[in-house]
Each structure stands twice: as C-alpha cells, then as structure tokens.
C-alpha cells in the first residue's frame, strides 16, 4: 500500500506578489516555484513540511474565504505546529497581526 506523504492546500488570492511577500517576509515561507518565468499567476510557499499553493486567476475572480460562505465552515486549511506557543510570538515578534473574526 503506497503511503501519501504530501498535501498542499490551493488558495486563489487576488494579487500573487502582495501574496507571496506576506507568506515568505511575514510568515517565514520560502517560495519554491513562481511561474511562469515571463508573468508569474501561481506560486508555492512552504515552511518545514508545509506548502500552500497561490493562483492568481483573473482580476474579477475574488478570493473566497470559507468563512463568508458559511459560519460553520470557518476554516480553509489547517496546519498544526509542534509549539503553537513559539509561532505566535515569533509573528508577534514580526508585526503579524490577528486575522481571526
């Protein structure tokens, strides 16, 4: 039985770079693939074990959170940290503020 060993959620984001600047200066991710090489529109983003996908599809394609879909579908990943006490004062320490509504 073969072991799946890797999962990265897909975001579509309206704006690719503010994107991959926020994930790589203000969350610690490393971009590992921007593309194409002429007019970037998708990226990956990953830190430790985690990668994110990012797309950038057309200007009038929004991005649409969970949480404005449904109260109880608030979440559109989930990515556990093995010290969720030291994550929070490391993006403290770096400016990042709360997005929880």
């Given at each position: 039985m073969a072991n799946l060993t890797f999962v990265a959620?897909?975001?579509?984001?309206?704006?690719?770079?503010?994107?991959?600047?926020f994930y790589t200066e203000k969350l610690g991710f490393v971009t590992q693939y921007a593309g194409p090489d002429d007019d970037p529109?998708?990226?990956?983003?990953?830190?430790?074990?985690?990668?994110?996908?990012?797309?950038?599809i057309a200007p009038d394609i929004k991005p649409v959170p969970n949480s404005s879909r449904h109260r109880w579908a608030r979440w559109d990943a989930?990515?556990?940290?093995s010290d969720p006490d030291a994550l929070?004062?490391?993006?403290?320490t770096g400016g990042t503020r709360s997005f929880h509504r």
């Open positions: 959620p897909f975001f579509i984001v309206a704006d690719l770079k503010a994107s991959v600047a529109f998708w990226a990956m983003v990953g830190r430790d074990q985690v990668s994110i996908m990012l797309k950038a989930y990515i556990s940290a929070f004062r490391e993006y403290r």
